[in-house]
């Protein structure tokens, strides 16, 4: 008995995130230090859509050591008049 396959014509993609021509992703950029994607975070952070997750997540972590480093910033540059 003979068969027929359909053979095609090109290989497919079968796990799309070993695809060498696929565009890195934001996060993947930003975690390989694209400056632009940076920017773009920074942007995005600042943003008022963003201003009241940033408010509680500071509030949050308020005594860990890089946001108490901001703070200690920003207290000294109030006290010296720079803000």
Same mark, same amino acid.
């Given at each position: 008995?003979?068969?027929?396959?359909?053979?095609?014509?090109?290989?497919?993609?079968?796990?799309?995130?070993? *695809?060498?021509?696929?565009?890195?992703?934001? /996060? &993947?950029? !930003?975690?390989?230090?694209?400056? +632009?994607? $940076?920017?773009?975070?920074? *942007?995005?952070?600042?943003?008022?859509?963003? /201003? &009241?997750? !940033?408010?509680?997540?500071?509030? +949050?972590? $308020?005594?860990?050591?890089?946001?108490?480093?901001?703070?200690?910033?920003?207290?000294?540059?109030?006290?010296?008049?720079?803000?």
């Amino acid at each position: 008995m003979n068969t027929a396959l359909r053979v095609p014509d090109q290989s497919r993609v079968i796990y799309p995130q070993f *695809d060498p021509d696929q565009e890195p992703t934001p /996060e &993947q950029s !930003l975690d390989e230090g694209d400056k +632009q994607a $940076a920017e773009a975070f920074i *942007d995005y952070a600042r943003s008022d859509f963003m /201003e &009241q997750e !940033l408010f509680d997540y500071l509030l +949050q972590q $308020a005594d860990s050591t890089v946001v108490r480093s901001w703070i200690k910033q920003w207290s000294e540059k109030v006290q010296r008049g720079e803000l």
